[in-house]
């Protein structure tokens, strides 16, 4: 099976592609706009590369689109690649540049990264990813616009405070800060019930985030975020992922420091969703504190000598991985599935 990767660095207002299929194939195709009109002068140009090819050559089987995540930019591309049956991987660009460097590649433009993403996808042949469900990518950017709204209110509702406490506070600004916050509420309670009114349309998400509350720690706030989580991880795995895989994903797996006779204390590698990660270990805080299966694996955890820190951390592993089985199976949390250890600290 031959595969024509189609490698694009996406910017703001335009694309710049390379396609390759093998390493030393890859070659630069062009620059088009980065909306419809460019994605259709993009495919006709990734054709006549299909039809360039020696009847000698073995024929294209699939074409695989490789692109970074450019905070939004490429939404537009991906989508137009999933309607051409294109096969599609989002891949990590700092993984992708400590590849490009181990091989030699330290230029960086918009065209040799192009060509450095085809040849990043001939030679590591990366899987290919699904589309997120719709319901839950809308969800997603729900969620974001809620983030972002409960961060400008913290942030003025505390400029308000200062102002307040100052002995002689000007009235226009306390008038334009107070009127800034009362919008900032009105904004935030519409977000929310675009949230309801989504989950009311799409009942499976209501289902589905019911199951995951009954996970310990999992609350009413968190289980809509985590519920967008493995939507997204079950797409980026094609429903093949295992639960080391989603830890990983997250960045809440253990990343040791061996080296000879040095040894560091092992940290967690960080990766992924920071602000979700800070959620999650946010509420095991306040789960360990109940008569459930989590405090039962946090004591034991301490009762093997675990810092309290770093048996937080694994609870927040156990959690993470308990959603995830209850997202596959569809399953409500059943604490027989799940058996831990009796000890706890005398």
Same mark, same amino acid.
């Given at each position: 099976?031959?595969?024509?990767?189609?490698?694009?660095?996406?910017?703001?207002?335009?694309?710049?592609?390379?396609?390759?299929?093998?390493? $030393?194939?890859?070659?630069? =195709?062009?620059?088009? !706009?980065?909306? @419809?009109? %460019?994605? #259709?002068?993009? +495919?006709?140009?990734?054709?006549?590369?299909?039809?360039?090819?020696?009847?000698?050559?073995?024929?294209?089987? $699939?074409?695989?689109?490789? =692109?970074?995540?450019? !905070?939004?930019? @490429?939404? %537009?591309? #991906?989508?137009? +690649?999933?309607?051409?049956?294109?096969?599609?991987?989002?891949?990590?660009?700092?993984?992708?540049?400590?590849? $490009?460097?181990?091989?030699? =590649?330290?230029?960086?433009?918009?065209?040799?990264?192009?060509?450095?993403?085809?040849?990043?996808?001939?030679?590591?042949?990366?899987?290919?990813?699904?589309?997120?469900?719709?319901?839950?990518?809308?969800?997603?950017?729900?969620?974001?616009?809620?983030?972002?709204?409960?961060?400008?209110?913290?942030?003025?509702?505390?400029?308000?405070?200062?102002?307040?406490?100052?002995?002689?506070?000007?009235?226009?600004?306390?008038?334009?800060?107070?009127?800034?916050?009362?919008?900032?509420?009105?904004?935030?309670?519409?977000?929310?019930?675009?949230?309801?009114?989504?989950?009311?349309?799409?009942?499976?998400?209501?289902?589905?985030?019911?199951?995951?509350?009954?996970?310990?720690?999992?609350?009413?706030?968190?289980?809509?975020?985590?519920?967008?989580?493995?939507?997204?991880?079950?797409?980026?795995?094609?429903?093949?992922?295992?639960?080391?895989?989603?830890?990983?994903?997250?960045?809440?797996?253990?990343?040791?420091?061996?080296?000879?006779?040095?040894?560091?204390?092992?940290?967690?590698?960080?990766?992924?969703?920071?602000?979700?990660?800070?959620?999650?270990?946010?509420?095991?805080?306040?789960?360990?504190?109940?008569?459930?299966?989590?405090?039962?694996?946090?004591?034991?955890?301490?009762?093997?000598?675990?810092?309290?820190?770093?048996?937080?951390?694994?609870?927040?592993?156990?959690?993470?991985?308990?959603?995830?089985?209850?997202?596959?199976?569809?399953?409500?949390?059943?604490?027989?599935?799940?058996?831990?250890?009796?000890?706890?600290?005398?």
């Amino acid at each position: 099976m031959t595969i024509l990767y189609v490698s694009v660095d996406v910017a703001l207002e335009h694309l710049d592609v390379a396609t390759a299929t093998t390493p $030393a194939s890859r070659k630069g =195709v062009g620059r088009y !706009g980065n909306d @419809e009109k %460019g994605w #259709l002068a993009m +495919a006709e140009a990734v054709d006549e590369v299909v039809k360039s090819r020696k009847p000698s050559d073995e024929p294209i089987t $699939a074409i695989h689109l490789i =692109v970074e995540p450019t !905070g939004g930019y @490429e939404e %537009g591309l #991906l989508y137009f +690649a999933y309607t051409q049956q294109w096969l599609v991987t989002l891949v990590n660009p700092l993984q992708v540049r400590r590849w $490009a460097e181990g091989h030699g =590649v330290r230029a960086k433009t918009d065209t040799q990264d192009a060509l450095m993403l085809a040849w990043y996808g001939a030679a590591t042949q990366p899987p290919p990813q699904d589309p997120m469900d719709e319901g839950a990518a809308q969800l997603d950017q729900l969620l974001r616009r809620r983030t972002d709204v409960e961060q400008l209110q913290r942030a003025e509702s505390n400029r308000l405070a200062q102002v307040q406490r100052k002995p002689h506070p000007s009235p226009a600004v306390q008038q334009s800060l107070e009127r800034t916050v009362h919008m900032l509420d009105q904004e935030l309670r519409e977000v929310e019930a675009a949230i309801q009114q989504l989950l009311k349309q799409h009942s499976y998400l209501q289902q589905q985030r019911k199951i995951l509350r009954s996970s310990p720690a999992i609350g009413e706030k968190l289980s809509l975020e985590m519920l967008v989580l493995c939507h997204r991880f079950y797409a980026y795995t094609r429903g093949q992922g295992q639960s080391k895989q989603i830890v990983a994903y997250v960045g809440l797996d253990p990343q040791p420091h061996e080296s000879g006779k040095s040894r560091r204390r092992t940290t967690i590698s960080r990766q992924g969703n920071s602000h979700l990660r800070s959620q999650l270990y946010a509420a095991v805080l306040g789960g360990v504190r109940g008569n459930n299966p989590l405090r039962a694996w946090y004591l034991h955890l301490q009762a093997r000598g675990k810092a309290k820190k770093l048996a937080l951390v694994a609870c927040s592993r156990k959690v993470l991985t308990w959603v995830w089985a209850m997202f596959l199976s569809n399953m409500p949390f059943d604490p027989s599935r799940f058996p831990i250890p009796a000890e706890t600290p005398s």
